[in-house]
């Protein structure tokens, strides 16, 4: 017997036909589908310094290169760098101790420098000069590529602008022969030009002068003779950067540790997370970096009823064996729960409509290219053929209601059933049989499927929607290896 808290044990079925635990699933309230980081959309909220806990909006950070201006990680270990201070020493003047005020100048200068409390790396190390002031002034070094790195930008950003352009031209034919696209062109009598002008986007003409203006790279086979002392001169290691450190500054890639200098930290971001079919929020966090909470947080672990494995005995090909299973209603109303068998699911396919037509408006169809591809892969079907298979009693269970009071009571009841072992508030112990099958050989993973019917209680329905639904869920138990 084996007691498993691994939650691996036990793998949900998400809507897409991926099969993971239930800590990496989401429930969508809306579609009352489970979702898994596959099925939904994800995007950038904020931007923030890990370090500091600075936020910014995206366009700043964009413009900052996804970088903190403040904080630093060492070049040589990329250990986060830390400010300190030393006092500098008056320069040495004749009239010492004249008057009170002159003293007072006189007194010793705080001075910043960087350390690393890793490996010891200082920013005095490479000749960079104490700052007077704690936090920013630290000299910034030009890209020597500056120049031509705009001039490549520019001409992929005309590139792109052109390309979208182009599929916009031919949406908009599209449409015009369904005949129900209006377009803000159309309906203000705007031309396209004054169109991209009032959406910000470059003129036409200017996009194609940069195409034509650009000048390309010319490969050459001419390169530069390496000098004598490469072949003669000693090598000492400790003075060679390592192949990381170089390309921790793809701008400089220093060769000698004498160039290390200071990196800008990279700015971590806050993500939030939505359904693709109904694009509502599954996931927002609070915009604040310093917190952890979420504005919206629909987790399946607080919708879908957990399921446990307490403990199974061996399984043994042709035979049945013990399975204690633990079932816990998260919700706050009371849940009915039915075990089924995979196959008994009723088809819920007609309840996945067709994805809203993506191009709403011109300015979505600017911006938006969400693929269809995901709607192909969510009408699959989970692969649950599984090995063992566990005997479903026909039993309608009751499981209260969450109750975080309860969770304080030590007592448990124990029902005279055989099939409820026990009950506690909003948990249930289970005592089920499983059967393996005849032709399976010993040593194969020991897997059953098992589809749990259970009553939602939705506590935020449109208006006119039923606020009680039977939804299913179908998960996979990993019970060990079949024994010979
Ligand atoms: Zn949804
Ligand atoms: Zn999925
Ligand atoms: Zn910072
Ligand atoms: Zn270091």
Known sequence: MAYLTQPDYVKYACSCGQIKPITSLYFCRHCL??????????????????????????????????????????????????TRATLAQPRQTPEQGSGDSKVENKQAKKMYYLSCFNCRWTSRDVGIPDQPVASGGWPERVNPNATRINQLLDYYKAIAQQEKQEKLDRERKKFAIRGKYITLTDKTGLTGAMARNIAGLPSSESTMSAIANFVPSEASADVEELSEDFYTKELNLNQITSMPQRLAAPEWQPSSVSRLYPIAKLLSVKRS???RACDHNLTKPEYNPGSIKFKIELL??????????????????????????????????????????????????????????????????????????????VQRKADVTATCRVVTPDVTLTLAQRDDAAEYDDDATHDANDIILWRKSNKLALRLQVRCGEEVEAGSAAEAALTLQYRYRNTVPAPHEPRDHTLHATLMLQLGHVSG
Not at 46 to 64: I, Q, T, W
Not at 308 to 329: H, V
Not at 332 to 361: A, C, F, I, N, Y
């Open 33 to 82: 589908q489970i979702r898994c980081g596959f099925c939904i959309c994800h995007e950038v909220d904020s931007h923030y310094c890990a370090n500091c806990l600075e936020n910014m909006p995206s366009s700043e950070a964009r413009l900052k290169k996804n970088r903190c201006s403040s904080c630093f990680d060492c070049p040589s270990c990329f250990h986060t760098l830390s």
């Open 273 to 275: 997370q939505r359904c």
């Open 300 to 377: 399946a672990f607080y919708h879908v009823p957990e399921v446990k494995i307490i403990s199974y005995e061996p399984m043994k090909p042709g035979c049945t064996s013990a399975l204690l299973l633990k079932l816990t209603n998260p919700t706050g109303h009371e849940m009915q729960v039915r075990l089924l068998q995979p196959e008994e699911v009723p088809d819920t396919e007609d309840r996945l409509e067709e994805p809203k037509s993506l191009e709403k408006s011109l300015e979505k169809s600017l911006n938006l290219e969400k693929d269809n591809l995901w709607y192909e892969t």
